[in-house]
């Protein structure tokens, strides 16, 4: 069995997965649409009353029985094994979701040296880089810098998950603080 190399890397692996990417791109946009500070109010009510509990009582459960989300859901009741899946299967398809973004992001980066979106940002974006066609019905082309960047990330999430926990560690002791530095 596999702890972490440390207290700090496992905080960092903590938040990491509970702020999520999404929470720091989108969170200013969907405060400044639903009305700002006031967003604020009803946002920490559940914050505190529902995300935090429910993030100590899964950090709880896999402390207490030191086994995978759905084998420490079979062990407190059998019928709720179907939540520690369904936790798993969330995690898998959030992760897809958030590779598409990463490498988005990648192919950016080295757009930005030359600045390639300049005169019409948005032209950019949707029909030089995502190729985004008239209609759902008409396919588009694939955009092939995209595709590579995608495989790049999957390559790089695997191998960081193949070396396990202690790698995990190393990796979002830079990666989790990265975005909030960068964003200032």
Known sequence: MENWQSRFAFLMAAIGSAVGLGNIWRFPYVAYKNGGGAFLIPYFVALFTV???LLIAEFAVGSLFRKSAPLSMKKISRKAEWIGWWSVLSAFFISIYYSVIMAWCLCYLF???SLVW??????FFYNQFLHITSSPGILG??????VFALLFIWVSIFLILYKGVKSIGRV????VPLPTVLLL
Do not use: E, R, Y
Request: cysteine-free; aromatic content about 4%; charged content about 10%.
């Open 51 to 53: 995300g935090i509990p």
């Open 111 to 113: 757009h930005s040296f």
């Open 118 to 123: 300049q005169p019409d940002a948005s032209d």
């Open 141 to 146: 082309s694939i955009n092939m810098q995209i």
């Open 172 to 175: 979002v002791a830079i990666t």
